[in-house]
Structures are given as structure tokens and as C-alpha cells.
């Protein structure tokens, strides 16, 4: 069935493929971020309600009903322009959960979190996965009807043309590894696995999918 879905950082590169496989269901789709509608000749993007706001504050969400969301806001860096790992991952989720409690029908929800890499990314980015995994908590402690909570590593598409090229790279040594370290993970594949999950009922209310469930 149509469904009504909203996309936090929608204009981003996952957030991008995330509204194009919604609109591919014939859904109605919904996009909230901080620069609004991106610089993309696409098609198929047209057909997204483009929200510029603050996905921190659940009042500047759109008021349409929405039947999921879907949250893929995230940055690599703290900048004093750009935010925080705290803003960009946790006080985003805690105002989408915010949204989806006083919503008058039930609210799935999808999180795309990060792999950690056997622990090693922990070591680099220390306060990027404290806050990813302070998210991941939340939502599973949420009183939600259902979200499912994604862990992918190295996400890779056209629409980044050097993701590719670094995935190339990187699968060689997965497959060295023994898989030691997550597969990579085409963007599409990623976006198509989670809308195929936040498009049925679920009998359980919180899911975790790890990357090599993703393939």
C-alpha cells in the first residue's frame, strides 16, 4: 500500500537513494534537512516534498501523518558551522521519536548506524560511534510500533563516484580478511532492503541489521 514517508537528510547521498526507492513504490515521500532540496538532476527526486528545518526539533517535522521515517543524517566531522556526532545522531532521533509518540497512527522507523569494524573504528572515531550507538539505545527503548536499526560499513554508489572505486579496493581485502571486516555495501541494496522491511508488519518492535545481512 501507499504509504506516507518522511527522509531525514534526504538530500544526502544515502538520503538520496532512500526517497528514489520510496518513490519507486509509488510512495509519498518527504524530505527534511538543513539545505532542503538538493543539486541533483534527477528525475525521479522531482516527485520529493523538499522540507528545509531542523530535524533536532520535532516541531519543524512536516505535518503530513507519516507512516515511517526513515533517518540518514550523518557526519564524519564536527565543525562548529556543521554540529556535532551528539546533534547529528542522538538529539535527531530523540526528536524523531518525539514525532513519532505523539503521531496519531503507529510509526516505523528506520536507522542507518554505522559497523564499527571488529571495534578498530571505535579507536579513530571515539565520539562518532558513542553517539551512533547512544541512538541505536534509544530506539530500542522507544515506544514505537516497530524500527529497524542498520549497520553498514562501507557504503558505495555512482552517485559518489569515489565510494566505488574505495569499495573495489576494499572488497579485495574482505575477501583477504577472511571477513574479518563487513562487506562492502551497495547504496542501493542498502536503501531497497530497509524500505522492504519498514513496508510490512512486524510481530517484534526492534530489529538490528548487520552488513553482511544486507548483501
Known amino acids: 500500500?501507499?504509504?506516507?514517508?518522511?527522509?531525514?537528510?534526504?538530500?544526502?547521498?544515502?538520503?538520496?537513494?532512500?526517497?528514489?526507492?520510496?518513490?519507486?513504490?509509488?510512495?509519498?515521500?518527504?524530505?527534511?534537512?538543513?539545505?532542503?532540496?538538493?543539486h541533483v538532476d534527477d528525475p525521479i527526486l522531482r516527485e520529493v516534498t523538499w522540507v528545509k528545518g531542523d530535524a533536532t526539533i520535532s516541531s519543524q517535522y512536516p505535518d503530513a501523518d507519516f507512516d515511517v521515517i526513515v533517518h540518514c543524517i550523518g557526519r564524519l566531522w564536527e565543525s562548529k558551522e556543521g554540529g556535532t556526532f551528539q546533534s547529528a545522531s542522538y538529539r535527531t532521533t530523540m526528536a524523531m521519536l518525539d514525532y513519532a509518540r505523539k503521531s496519531t497512527k503507529p510509526v516505523r522507523i528506520g536507522y542507518v548506524s554505522a559497523d564499527d569494524f571488529s571495534g578498530l573504528a571505535k579507536w579513530v572515531m571515539p565520539g562518532y560511534f558513542e553517539w551512533k550507538r547512544r541512538a541505536e539505545d534509544a530506539l530500542q527503548a522507544g515506544e514505537v510500533d516497530y524500527a529497524c536499526v542498520y549497520r553498514p560499513g562501507l557504503i558505495y554508489g555512482w552517485d559518489r563516484p569515489i565510494s566505488v572505486i574505495f569499495a573495489y579496493a576494499y572488497n579485495l581485502i574482505y575477501w583477504v580478511s577472511g571477513g574479518l571486516f563487513p562487506p562492502a555495501v551497495p547504496v542501493e541494496r542498502l536503501a531497497k532492503s530497509m524500505m522492504d522491511r519498514l513496508s510490512t508488519a512486524h510481530d517484534q518492535k526492534y530489529e538490528l541489521v548487520l552488513a553482511k545481512n544486507i548483501i
Open 1 to 38: 500500500t501507499d504509504m506516507k514517508v518522511l527522509v531525514l537528510g534526504g538530500n544526502g547521498f544515502v538520503g538520496r537513494q532512500m526517497c528514489r526507492e520510496a518513490i519507486s513504490r509509488h510512495h509519498q515521500v518527504y524530505s527534511l534537512s538543513r539545505s532542503g532540496q538538493p
